[in-house]
Nanobody
Framework: QVRLVESGGGLVQAGGSLRLTCDVSGLSFRSYAMAWFRQAPGKERESVAG??????RYKTTVKGRFTIDSDSGKNTVDLQMNSLKPEDTAVYYC??????????????????WGQGTQVTVSS
């Protein structure tokens, strides 16, 4: 059974940092690429960052502030978020996609999802 469980969300002031962790069980990073998405109130869910082997991509507006990394020994995928802005406020989700499908921006191809963790950035 595949499970993705996010943690690390919370309330932080603008300019602060948070580190999100996705604990993954039931699948291998050798077979799946991983990504972080977010959904703000009233908006569509959007891709934030993705990692596939040595290939990493970021949403333009978070590049230089967010860092994604995976640890195959711990089976975790982290998202380090620095210099947070109020517009980063959203529910953040971890997602997994079969490796051969690459790292699409669209959420529709992702096979497994976590339940999400709330990130709120106050101004």
């Amino acid at each position: 059974q595949v499970r993705l469980v996010e943690s690390g969300g919370g309330l932080v002031q603008a300019g602060g940092s948070l580190r999100l962790t996705c604990d993954v069980s039931g699948l291998s990073f050798r077979s799946y690429a991983m990504a972080w998405f977010r959904q703000a109130p009233g908006k569509e869910r959007e891709s934030v960052a993705g990692i596939k082997s040595d290939n990493i991509r970021y949403k333009t507006t978070v590049k230089g502030r967010f860092t994604i990394d995976s640890d195959s020994g711990k089976n975790t995928v982290d998202l380090q978020m620095n210099s947070l802005k109020p517009e980063d406020t959203a529910v953040y989700y971890c997602a997994a996609i079969p490796d051969e499908m690459g790292l699409p921006l669209s959420e529709s191809h992702y096979e497994y999802w976590g339940q999400g963790t709330q990130v709120t950035v106050s101004s």
